[in-house]
């Protein structure tokens, strides 16, 4: 079993950056590859970026590339998002989650999720 919890969100301006913080529970951690979704209000969730269980590979999304990036650090149980150069588009709430797939996109494959985090952009 593994929880997850968000933290990180809020408002920004466009341009502006934030850090989405994912802190997990459990001591199987470093097993799972770990993902970030987003849904936006009236939208379907979408996803984000993957990162692998041992954090030597990545997966984004087309539209974030050059300005996310996601990271983990397995001794403290914890995967970040970067995001950079933020746009209105990018308002959401965010959600990591912990999947034993690597290289998947699809939220289907992801078994554990955190309750989200909301991040806010203004023009």
């Known amino acids: 079993q593994v929880q997850l919890v968000e933290s990180g969100g809020g408002l920004v301006q466009a341009g502006g950056s934030l850090r989405l913080s994912c802190a997990a529970s459990?001591?199987?951690?470093?097993?799972?590859?770990m993902g970030w979704f987003r849904q936006a209000p009236g939208k379907e969730r979408q996803f984000v970026a993957s990162i692998s269980s041992s954090g030597g590979n990545t997966d984004y999304r087309e539209l974030v590339k050059g300005r996310f990036t996601i990271s983990r650090d397995n001794a403290n149980n914890t995967v970040y998002l970067q995001m950079n150069d933020l746009k209105p588009d990018d308002t959401a709430v965010y959600y990591c989650?912990?999947?034993?797939?690597?290289?998947?996109?699809?939220?289907?494959?992801?078994?554990?999720w955190g309750q989200g985090t909301k991040v806010s952009v203004s023009a």
């Open positions: 989650a912990a999947s034993s797939v690597w290289a998947t996109r699809t939220g289907a494959n992801y078994i554990y």
């Open positions: 459990g001591r199987t951690f470093d097993t799972y590859a």
